[in-house]
């Protein structure tokens, strides 16, 4: 099954992947993380990324789609994956469509005042990925594999905003893109609440 899950940066994607990646056994895809591994890597491109990731702009489309294009090679993505912050321009969405079938696009909807309020709680853990809030989680270390949890520098304030700013422009267009193609699902709830009827849905389509 080829899902893709569209929504604005701290609708729940992430979290909302992992669990669909546990239960369907498909990969979980993020181009922020692809990108994140990137920067990690030191290098000029990975300076450059890092730089426009800072900003909350977009790395530019030729580059995403590369790096996309070159993951689908992996054979983990045989049985199927979840594309988790891409596309996130039209021109994206149109290269996607010459090199995959999409099953079905998820649309994430979650009000901006409570994106911006998770998104400055959001904390990272650099080790194994997982996602904690502080509203929630006062610990600064992670339960899972115990490294010490970050704050993503593009989740703090100044950048907030013009992440929001950008999926406005540019990704929000994709919902007409998709139109009747989209099942849309309301995360203001627990992560629990919102993976349910997903999970309802795509067992139907399984069918
Ligand atoms: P995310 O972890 O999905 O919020 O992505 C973090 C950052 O990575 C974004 O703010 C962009 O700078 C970059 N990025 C991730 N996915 C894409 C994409 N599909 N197209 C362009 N830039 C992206």
Do not use: W
């Not at 591994?37 to 730089?51: D, H, M, P």
């Not at 309020?117 to 080790?127: K, V």
């Not at 929630?136 to 929001?164: F, H, M, V």
């Amino acid at each position: 099954m080829n899902i893709i899950l569209l929504g604005a940066p701290g609708s729940g994607k992430g979290t909302l992947a992992k669990k669909i990646s546990k239960d369907f056994d498909i990969p979980q895809i993020s181009t922020g993380d692809l990108f994140r591994a990137i920067v990690k890597e030191e290098s000029e491109l990975g300076s450059q990324v890092k730089r426009i990731m800072e900003s909350g702009a977009l790395v530019p489309d030729e580059l995403t789609i590369e790096i996309v294009k070159k993951r689908f090679q992996e054979d983990d993505c045989q049985k199927g994956f979840i594309l988790d912050g891409f596309p996130r321009t039209v021109a994206q969405a149109n290269a996607l469509e010459k090199i995959a079938h999409i099953d079905t696009v998820i649309l994430v909807d979650l009000a901006f005042e409570t994106i911006i309020e998770r998104l400055s709680a959001r904390r990272t853990c650099p080790g194994c990925g997982e996602i904690y809030s502080t509203l929630d989680y006062s610990s600064n270390e992670c339960s899972k594999c115990g490294a010490t949890l970050i704050q993503r520098d593009d989740d703090k304030p100044e950048t907030i905003k013009n992440r929001l700013e950008v999926y406005e422009k540019n990704t929000a267009p994709l919902i007409n893109f998709y139109g009747d193609r989209l099942f849309k699902v309301s995360s203001d709830k627990t992560p629990e609440d919102t993976y349910r009827p997903v999970k309802t849905f795509l067992e139907s389509m399984g069918e």
